[in-house]
């Protein structure tokens, strides 16, 4: 994003060069046909001569502070682009260090679960019994935690019992 601002900010500073060098041409371009129409006949006194020249040393100060602004913004827009090129640099080169892309092993996997991925992203297939993201809860066991009387569903943590027709309670625990 900030790549694209830098280049919209470039474009509107050289559209804006552009545009002061298309004045300074106009400008020349009248001050030539003015000076044509003047004949040779006609005095021009020292004042308006003064004047003239005044007039065109204001506009070569004006023409060089906007060639120097304009050459400022773009130095500042060029080195902006250089310093988000750098970050984005050191950015991929952190994404492909060489700690992001190390295998993953069997510590980062509890209960002997396999490990399957980075180290920085990974899964763990779980051993049967275990679940959860690194393999740490265990899976609830029907004939434990439901006295063999019903379906357990989830974790020793968090179980439900669906239990067989004759037997109620939170574990198949109560007969009806």
Known sequence: MLLKQCSFVLLVLF??????????AIYDEVEDVANKTI????EVSDTEAD????MDKKREVDE????????AELDKAVESLKEAAREREEEDNGLLSRSNLESCGAVDCNHRGT?????KTFICACQLGFSGKTCEETVCDSARDCNGRGLCF????????????????KRCQTPI
């Open 64 to 71: 060089n502070d906007i060639h120097e602004e304009v050459k």
């Open 115 to 119: 490990c399957i991925g980075t180290k």
């Open 15 to 24: 559209a804006t060069w552009i545009h002061a060098e298309e004045e300074m």
């Open 39 to 42: 004949s040779g006949e006609v």
């Open 51 to 54: 004047e003239k020249e005044k």
């Open 154 to 169: 989830g974790t020793t943590n968090q179980l439900t019992c669906l239990c067989n027709l004759g037997f109620t309670g």
